[in-house]
């Protein structure tokens, strides 16, 4: 399984952006999804899931009203659209893929099997 993930850049603050995460190797519509972030000297934390069938999504409080996560199974991609940018959410964007068939939303690590590389979203104030 292989998920490239792409869309950051700089922004300032109040600006937004879309994350894209392609995915392949493996039936993309029959698994969870989610987006980590890790900041310079943070841990990995969660940002958003959803679910195999993008019926249900989950936030952490800290995006919630504020990013939206979308998936688009005919296309295998998974995309994370984030507005109203904040510094704080200055970080390394990471997708993950779920472990579990047809699995439902994950905010924990390690219901995830595989991941992406990372694209850094910067955001100025």
């Known amino acids: 399984v292989q998920l490239q993930a792409y869309g950051g850049g700089l922004v300032q603050a109040g600006g937004f952006l879309r994350l894209s995460c392609a995915a392949s190797?493996?039936?993309?519509?029959?698994?969870?999804m989610g987006w980590f972030r890790q900041a310079p000297g943070k841990e990995r934390e969660f940002v958003s899931s959803i679910s195999w069938s993008g019926v249900a999504t989950y936030y952490a409080d800290s995006v919630k009203g504020r990013f939206t996560i979308s998936r688009d199974n005919a296309r295998d991609t998974v995309y994370l659209q984030m507005n109203s940018l904040k510094p704080e959410d200055t970080a390394v964007y990471y997708c993950?893929?779920?472990?579990?068939?047809?699995?439902?939303?994950?905010?924990?690590?390690?219901?995830?099997?595989?991941w992406g590389q990372g694209t850094q979203v910067t955001v100025s104030s």
């Open positions: 190797g493996r039936p993309f519509s029959n698994y969870a």
């Open positions: 993950a893929q779920g472990g579990m068939y047809r699995g439902g939303y994950a905010y924990t690590e390690s219901k995830y099997f595989y």
